[in-house]
């Protein structure tokens, strides 16, 4: 099963792909944890990526396309796929298309998390990271996901872990930025999704709702 989830920054995408990725046993692939890991280990591309993500601004297209075309070709994608954060813009887009097309992959699904802009910025605020696992879901700001509390500080909800915020879910210009890019029809991720929707079906969800209530519209419609 290949899919890919679209969503701005703060719709849940993260969280929902957490969900789609235990029920399809594929691999949860997303750019930004895949650069922020090569940040963390100070290598030469997370030294590169660093730059544009402070900003929020798009890691440039030569290093992030074939970054995730040869991340796709890794043994644990023979069986499928979630990407997450990929594509993000229309080059991104169109390059993905010829480069499955040129295999033989199949796309079998395309999800889009539709949710308004305030409100998701407000939600990415609130986002808490768990340092055991990216899986794990935390935000000060949505009660079913809500962290625990331990010692009078939050904790992660699943497994108790510490918590950390991102730097650039703290600085609302990036956020801006992020969301620019995201709602830009002409070249940006809407470009991107209106691609999709010229070539495939694509699943359209209200994001709005609970965390619970969205993940069961997403999993009903992929049938
Ligand atoms: P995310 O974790 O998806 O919010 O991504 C964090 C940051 O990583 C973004 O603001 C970009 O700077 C960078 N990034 C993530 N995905 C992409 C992509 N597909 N193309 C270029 N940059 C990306």
Known sequence: MNIII??????????????IQKKFNIPHIETGVIFRKNIAEGTELGKKAKVYIDKGELVPDEITIPMILNRLKEPDCANGWLLDGFPRNLAQAEALYEALAKENIPLDYVIEIQLDR????NRIM???LCVNDNNHPNNIYIDAIKPAEKDG???CRICGGELSTRADDQDEAAIDKRHDIYYDTEKGTMAAINFFKERVNVITVDGSPGVNEVS???????G
């Open 126 to 128: 609130g986002r808490r």
């Open 118 to 121: 305030q409100i998701a910025k």
């Open 153 to 155: 500080k939050f904790v």
């Open 216 to 222: 069961e519209e997403i999993l009903k419609k992929l």
């Open 6 to 19: 679209f969503g701005p920054n703060g719709s849940g995408k993260g969280t929902q792909g957490a969900i």
